[in-house]
């Protein structure tokens, strides 16, 4: 019971932390549920693009959105067709690699600049965080991103905290200057057969 109390301790901090830094955090049960978060979020943002990151299977996700939205994945486009999405689509929904409470943090190790570019471009990012790899603190965060960037495979670990934001300009906030205006996180209790 006391390791139920601290995961549930972990998510209502990480979602607090999330949220504080005006991100939008939810916390979902399995794949139907991440599908039914993006149909309402594309309706709702008049997105009919979509980019997903190669480790997110658009046939296990994605396959029953309906037919106005058009998905764009790098594994079935030549690289220039894939940039050239990913400049056009609204929403880039990637997978999180790790989750931290203490600063609501996810962090994304990536391969190929195309994939990193998923949760850089579009205007609203959605990441995808199993409730297994959400951890306590950056402390406890970087064995996970010793043992990525030790496998050798990956080019970039990115550290995300919230929407781009800038107030360089004359003391001003302004979203979505050097990223997305939005972040949305999706922490994922997986149901058998998930992620």
Known sequence: MVLEASLQEKVTRFGAQVSSLGGHFTNVL?????????????STSNAMELVLSSDVSKEDLFSSLPVQFKI???????????????????????????????????IIATSDESDRLVSALPEIHVALLPGSRLVSSLQEAEPHISRMLNQGEHLAVSLISASSRTSDIGGLVVLGVHGPKELHVLLVDELPGDI
């Open 30 to 42: 399995g794949m139907p549920a991440v599908r039914e978060y993006v149909t309402k979020l594309a």
């Open 72 to 106: 764009a994945t790098r594994s079935e486009m030549t690289r220039e067709a894939f940039y050239t999405a990913l400049k056009t689509a609204k929403i880039g929904i990637t997978n999180a690699d790790v989750g931290v409470a203490e600063t609501g943090t996810i």
